[in-house]
């Protein structure tokens, strides 16, 4: 099963960017949809972009506007660019399949603070 590895998060300041990345172990070409989550302190895990292997996107209303999702096959990765950061963005990024999940990789912590 492929398992991922998320990279790029930092603290930043608000209204900063951050660009994360996502290593999958083998070919994401056959995975349908992929998605970035997040898990803040205290709240459950929740998605907050996906992208399909056609390139349709979807954010949910938290992020729409600021974060974009891309996804890149013949590199087996995936992005997400993130503007306009805000404190309540902060939480550990984590990216996997949107069904049939693999195993959750560590994530990558996003913390915004002034």
């Known amino acids: 099963q492929v398992q991922f590895v998320e990279s790029g998060g930092g603290l930043v300041q608000p209204g900063g960017s951050l660009r994360l990345s996502c290593a999958a172990s083998?070919?994401?070409?056959?995975?349908?949809?992929m998605g970035w989550y997040r898990q803040a302190p205290g709240k459950q895990r929740e998605l907050v972009a996906h992208i399909t292997s056609g390139g349709s996107t979807r954010y949910a209303d938290s992020v729409k506007g600021r974060f974009t999702i891309s996804r890149d096959n013949a590199k087996n990765a995936m992005y997400l660019q993130m503007n306009g950061l805000q404190p309540e963005d902060t939480a550990v990024y984590y990216c996997?399949?949107?069904?049939?999940?693999?195993?959750w990789g560590q994530g990558t912590q996003v913390t915004v603070s002034s």
């Open positions: 996997n399949k949107l069904i049939g999940q693999s195993s």
């Open positions: 083998g070919s994401i070409s056959s995975i349908y949809a």
